[in-house]
């Protein structure tokens, strides 16, 4: 088949998780050819992926540029109108309205002139109108709001032509809007992967972002809208962990059409590690970002140079553009705890297997994860780790590492210095640790699942492996 793979603002242009999951995945199904769309912020964004011979085409889709210029008409009519019933289904939680506004939008982005008709809809005078009067609203506020919203209905006008067997969005949100608006358009079928839990990561980086109450709450208000149409019309709903599926069903997803598929990676780029470093090491990689939570693992890394002194911490992996004062926060607090010295910032590295082997201990402190690919590849190379109890982690680890609380710098103390004054457990958890990656998370077996997936849209049976 021909499928369109869809994704925000990750693959091919940023390192990561996301993008190592599109990655193995196209390669892993060679019979098909995946069209490339990825929403990206201005269209400037650099390629940092070599793509696979089945991957046709990359089709960058900025959401932001200049002000567009106002149009006027039947078809700026139209759009106002289907515009104002999305608006409206946003803030007072309308699901029929909401859905006959994207629906409506869907069918005139085809027409010239959409996303100038669209930015001319003057969202902001509806938003006051409709805002409640007890509640503060300003003219300033509705209109940051209405400019996020508007953005936010620009993938719309993606059209992923014809012939295509199924849409993939690797993700909630905008992404699966492109997949409704093929669907809606063609009939084309849909399936959605869920690394994280959208609706529930978009939540926690609003409480980070300095926007008004008004603006958050109307804002979050259409993306529940959109997750919860996304779960309802999806053909299949993938989640990386069973533990993310509870919000899928929560939040409208028909319990037959949610499959869970463990993310693998391949035993032999991971064999076990047997050195360990000289002085006692805890190793992260990732990316630096607010929903690593790398704050709290500073300051566990504190409470262990109380009892360890000798004890490193060493980061691996990229800042992202936009995130260098987080970085810069987590280096403020080691300095502020008395620990910058023993924290080493690595920066990218070509293989999660360099980190792993910099240290006795793999560590990840997140605050939202789906089923983490540090965690997997860790286990696979044998070595014992700590992890925050969030997403599909739990799942993945079970008896063959340490799982504590989120944002709990004590216990996550506590299991690192378990871990770091025992060889002999460390040496038992990390080979228990391999026996389970090497038995649940392999790639061979994540892929296959993909590919009967792939057929069971078309009108084949869904057997999954035990």
């Known amino acids: 088949m021909d499928v369109a793979l869809i994704n925000e603002g990750t693959y091919p242009y940023v390192k990561g998780g996301v993008s190592q999951w599109c990655d193995k995945l196209i390669r892993g199904l060679p019979e098909h050819t995946f069209r490339l769309v990825t929403l990206v912020a201005n269209g400037t964004e650099k390629q940092t992926w070599d793509l696979p011979a089945n991957a046709e ?154 926007y008004p109450a008004g603006v958050k709450t109307i804002v979050l208000g259409f993306l529940r809208q959109l997750a919860e149409l996304g779960y309802r019309s999806a053909d299949f709903v993938v989640p990386v962990a069973r533990f993310n599926a509870r919000w899928e069903h929560r939040l409208g997803a028909d319990p037959a059409a949610v499959v869970p598929i463990y993310n693998g990676v391949e035993p032999e780029r991971y064999i076990a590690i047997e050195d360990e470093p000289g002085v006692p090491t805890i190793s992260w990689v990732g990316r630096v970002d607010p929903l690593k939570d790398l704050e709290t693992l500073v300051a566990a890394f504190a409470l262990v140079r109380e009892q360890l002194p000798e004890t490193r911490l060493r980061l691996f992996g990229p800042t992202p553009e936009g995130n260098e004062e987080y970085e810069q926060r987590c280096l403020a607090l080691a300095d502020r705890l008395g620990v910058l010295d023993g924290l080493v910032l690595e920066g990218p590295v070509p293989s999660s297997r360099i980190a792993f082997e910099a240290g006795h201990v793999v560590a990840l402190s997140s605050i939202s994860e789906g089923m983490p690919y540090t965690v997997i590849e860790a286990m696979m190379c044998g070595r014992a780790t700590v992890s925050t109890d969030v997403g599909g982690t739990a799942e993945a680890v079970a008896d063959a590492g340490a799982v504590v609380p989120p944002r709990d710098p004590s216990a996550f103390a506590e299991a690192c210095l378990v871990y770091l004054r025992d060889a002999e457990l460390r040496q038992r958890i990390g080979q228990a640790a391999r026996e389970r990656a090497l038995a649940t998370f392999t790639l061979d077996r994540s892929i296959d699942t993909y590919r009967m997936l792939y057929q069971a849209t078309v009108g084949a049976e869904l057997e999954l492996p035990a």
């Not at 939680?93 to 409506?104: D, I």
């Not at 109108?129 to 993938?155: C, F, G, K, Q």
């Not at 059209?159 to 699966?176: I, K, Y």
Request: glycine fraction near 8%; aromatic fraction near 8%; hydrophobic fraction near 45%.
């Open 57 to 210: 085409v990359v089709q960058p889709f900025p959401l932001w540029g200049p002000a567009a210029t106002p149009r006027r008409g039947r078809h700026q009519a139209r759009v106002t109108d289907a515009a104002r019933a999305v608006l409206a289904g946003s803030v007072l939680a309308q699901p029929v309205a909401f859905e006959w506004g994207l629906r409506e939008l869907a069918r005139l982005a085809a027409e010239p002139g959409f996303d100038r008709a669209l930015r001319s809809c003057d969202l902001a005078g509806d938003l006051l109108d409709l805002w409640p009067a007890a509640e503060p609203l300003t003219v300033y506020d509705a209109i940051v709001a209405a400019e996020l919203v508007e953005r936010s209905l620009l993938p719309l006008r993606v059209d992923l032509g014809p012939g295509l067997g199924l849409t993939h969005a690797v993700a909630n949100g905008l992404p699966t809007l492109v997949g409704l608006a093929e669907k809606w358009r063609r009939g084309t079928p849909l399936v959605m992967s869920e690394h994280g839990v959208y609706l529930r990561e978009r939540y926690l980086a609003f409480r980070e972002l300095s």
